[in-house]
């Protein structure tokens, strides 16, 4: 079974007049469905754009674990623990919320900030928050997620390439960039795709193309409500 979401259809959220323009997913704050709360682990997958000196004051987070994916431009990150960091193109960063902490997001620098972020649930609420970078990740090596049950793939596609989709219970899987053939639909950028107990399936880029697909290892029960909003 596959599930086309497009890019029109996300929820208009965040604050233009301060720079910053957000495109939800699923349910986020206000912007309640009660048809539309998660996919498995997944509860949210927000595309963010940043003007230069735009982004999100210190805020709290809990009990999830965030991940994020640059797509153009540079994301500096602080959190309560210490942490400080630049994020680019390539790189993913994790943020595990576990029983608190509170970061900033911010583009500091000259050009425009866009990035993916996406929220997952823990198999297990509570512990120490913790963070990480992983630079310039490569196709070939998931980043794999054990506290959501979950891995991260990553594909880069030329024109024509094929990739398989992981043949799992549930997959997430977002177009980045470009236009891909998938089951003989056709995504671009923004679209994505909830698969479930699919096997033998495989994108194909129409144009050049970057996917995220996140793995589903573990099934989790509907969520009751969404994602609280950012300040």
């Known amino acids: 079974m596959m599930d086309i979401r497009r890019a029109g259809e996300r929820y208009q959220g965040g604050d233009p007049a301060a720079g910053i323009e957000s495109r939800h997913a699923f349910s986020f704050g206000a912007h309640y469905d009660p048809g ?53 193109p390539g790189d993913v960063q994790r943020l595990s919320a576990a029983s608190g902490v509170r970061h900033v997001e911010r583009n500091d620098g000259p050009e425009p900030l866009v990035f993916l972020q996406m929220w997952l649930t823990p198999l297990q609420p509570g512990g120490e928050p913790r963070y990480e970078v992983v630079r310039g990740i490569a196709d070939a090596t998931p980043y794999a997620l054990p506290e959501a049950g979950a891995m991260l793939h990553v594909r880069r596609l030329a024109a024509g390439e094929r990739t398989a989709v992981p043949a799992a219970a549930y997959v997430y899987l977002h177009v980045v960039r470009g236009q891909v053939r998938l089951d003989g639909e056709e995504l671009g950028a923004g679209d994505a795709a909830r698969i479930t107990g699919a096997e033998g399936l495989e994108a194909e880029a129409v144009t050049a193309a970057e996917l995220l697909a996140w793995e589903i290892l573990e099934p989790r029960a509907a969520a009751t409500a969404p994602p609280a909003p950012r300040p």
């Open 36 to 88: 539309n709360l998660r996919f498995g682990a997944v509860l949210a997958c927000n595309e963010e754009r940043l003007a230069p000196g735009a982004g999100f004051d210190e805020h709290p987070h809990s009990h999830t674990e965030i991940v994020t994916w640059v797509v153009e431009g540079e994301l500096t990150h602080r959190d309560s623990t210490g942490h400080e960091s630049v994020v680019r």
